[in-house]
């Protein structure tokens, strides 16, 4: 199958989804190759200039070398680099090989040698990828959005589809919640569920019919996002005492600790804080994409936030609208008054446990959370 124009260029920020598209369309290319000297794959990954010449001059020669038996030949210069907004990419020696690259693409008959090339991270503010976007078989793998959180369900939703299954209603949120920024294992996860779904549905159902339940994503999808301890405050902002305490005992059998908790419901009040004045002064509703009315509310308060630009609790317009939404729908969200003093609820326990030995941790978190979700 050969591309209209003479080469292919597949970019975008996440690595596994450059790599995993470009693996298909190498795919497609070879297809009909039936010499296996006829395709070659080149590493592009390079820590500096050297290695960057060093990768070049191996694509160059790969694309200049006639098969041999005179049938086309198929070259992917894959894991490129060095376009990325970086010293080695900035360097004035790469850019001038870059340049030499550019002048090879022209040159090469699309007839005789199909190129893919896949790179990530990339500057699309330089000429080289502008070019590629006008002169190549042009592809931007995860889209050309900045939000990574509908980067990731759309990632999720591809591959359910490619699966046969599809999300029931919060198990997609779920998932996203539970592992994180992190698209391989959202793949992986999302494989996993889907081959326990099918064969939980009822052979009718199997195919598009089965469906990912969020009762699946909560059993069987780990607790990876780094430094959430999500089960413990999901369960406690859902107002569900029973799961809450639940929650604790599992943290704590396992050997955790009590203060890393008291971050999290710290951190995830604060938000929660945020988003109930801005829901009750009417500047700002919970909808399907998030938060609603977040950039309007921030260009009104974002003032108050100077300096805190780095995403934190402490800034609700530093966080993603999509996750913040999430968090204020995912059960009902608690009175001003309530939120303020959970705050002071959580400073009391952290006292506490300073105060008494460190066994006695568990109890000082049961009593906390009987304390909030009680009264």
Same mark, same amino acid.
């Given at each position: 199958?050969?591309?209209?124009?003479?080469?292919?260029?597949?970019?975008?920020?996440?690595?596994?989804?450059?790599?995993?598209?470009? !693996?298909?369309?190498?795919?497609?290319?070879?297809?009909?190759?039936?010499?296996?000297?006829?395709?070659?794959?080149?590493?592009?990954?390079?820590?500096?200039?050297?290695? /960057?010449?060093? &990768?070049?001059?191996?694509?160059?020669?790969?694309?200049?070398?006639?098969?041999?038996?005179?049938?086309?030949? /198929?070259?992917?210069?894959?894991?490129?680099?060095? %376009?990325?907004?970086?010293?080695?990419?900035? !360097?004035?020696?790469? %850019?001038?090989?870059?340049?030499?690259?550019?002048?090879?693409?022209?040159?090469?008959?699309?007839?005789?040698?199909?190129?893919?090339?896949?790179?990530?991270?990339?500057?699309?503010?330089?000429?080289?990828?502008?070019?590629?976007?006008?002169?190549?078989?042009?592809?931007?793998?995860?889209?050309?959005?900045?939000?990574?959180?509908?980067?990731?369900?759309?990632?999720?939703?591809?591959?359910?589809?490619?699966?046969?299954?599809?999300?029931?209603?919060?198990?997609?949120?779920?998932?996203?919640?539970?592992?994180?920024?992190?698209?391989?294992?959202?793949?992986?996860?999302?494989?996993?569920?889907?081959?326990?779904?099918?064969?939980?549905?009822?052979? &009718?159902?199997?195919?598009?019919?089965?469906?990912?339940?969020?009762?699946? /994503?909560?059993?069987?999808?780990?607790?990876?996002?780094?430094?959430?301890?999500?089960?413990?405050?999901?369960?406690?902002?859902?107002?569900?005492?029973?799961?809450?305490?639940?929650?604790?005992?599992?943290?704590?059998?396992?050997?955790?600790?009590?203060?890393?908790?008291?971050?999290?419901?710290?951190?995830?009040?604060?938000?929660? %804080?945020? /988003?109930?004045?801005?829901?009750?002064?009417?500047?700002?509703?919970?909808?399907?994409?998030?938060?609603?009315?977040?950039?309007? !509310?921030?260009?009104?308060?974002?003032?108050?936030?100077?300096?805190?630009?780095?995403?934190?609790?402490?800034?609700?317009?530093?966080?993603?609208?999509?996750?913040?939404?999430? %968090?204020?729908?995912?059960?009902?969200?608690?009175?001003?008054?309530?939120?303020?003093?959970?705050?002071?609820?959580?400073?009391?326990?952290?006292?506490?446990?300073?105060?008494?030995?460190?066994?006695?941790?568990?109890?000082?978190?049961?009593?906390?959370?009987?304390?909030?979700?009680?009264?």
């Amino acid at each position: 199958m050969a591309s209209a124009k003479p080469f292919t260029f597949i970019c975008g920020q996440d690595d596994y989804l450059v790599g995993r598209m470009g !693996a298909e369309r190498f795919a497609v290319l070879t297809a009909e190759l039936t010499d296996e000297f006829a395709r070659e794959t080149v590493n592009g990954f390079a820590a500096n200039m050297s290695e /960057v010449e060093s &990768a070049l001059n191996r694509f160059r020669e790969s694309v200049q070398t006639v098969s041999m038996f005179g049938g086309k030949r /198929v070259v992917w210069l894959k894991d490129v680099n060095f %376009l990325a907004d970086s010293v080695t990419g900035r !360097a004035e020696g790469t %850019l001038k090989l870059v340049e030499d690259l550019q002048e090879l693409l022209t040159s090469v008959n699309p007839e005789e040698t199909s190129i893919l090339i896949t790179a990530s991270p990339v500057d699309r503010r330089r000429a080289f990828p502008k070019w590629c976007e006008k002169n190549a078989d042009f592809a931007l793998a995860g889209g050309d959005g900045d939000d990574a959180g509908e980067a990731l369900a759309g990632v999720a939703l591809a591959e359910a589809q490619s699966l046969g299954v599809s999300f029931a209603p919060g198990a997609l949120e779920l998932l996203l919640q539970k592992v994180g920024a992190n698209t391989r294992l959202v793949v992986e996860e999302t494989r996993k569920l889907a081959a326990y779904a099918q064969p939980a549905a009822p052979a &009718a159902a199997h195919g598009p019919g089965a469906k990912i339940e969020e009762a699946h /994503v909560a059993e069987l999808t780990p607790n990876v996002a780094a430094g959430d301890f999500f089960e413990a405050a999901e369960a406690f902002f859902s107002g569900d005492l029973k799961w809450t305490l639940k929650a604790l005992h599992g943290h704590f059998f396992s050997g955790g600790d009590a203060r890393p908790i008291i971050s999290a419901l710290q951190n995830r009040n604060r938000i929660l %804080l945020q /988003v109930r004045a801005l829901l009750d002064s009417g500047e700002a509703r919970v909808g399907a994409r998030g938060l609603d009315g977040l950039p309007k !509310a921030q260009a009104a308060y974002g003032k108050h936030f100077i300096g805190a630009t780095e995403k934190n609790s402490f800034n609700l317009f530093s966080q993603n609208a999509w996750y913040v939404g999430k %968090l204020a729908s995912s059960a009902k969200l608690p009175s001003l008054r309530r939120l303020i003093d959970n705050q002071q609820e959580f400073i009391v326990a952290f006292e506490e446990i300073i105060r008494r030995p460190n066994h006695a941790q568990e109890e000082v978190l049961r009593e906390l959370a009987v304390r909030c979700l009680t009264t």
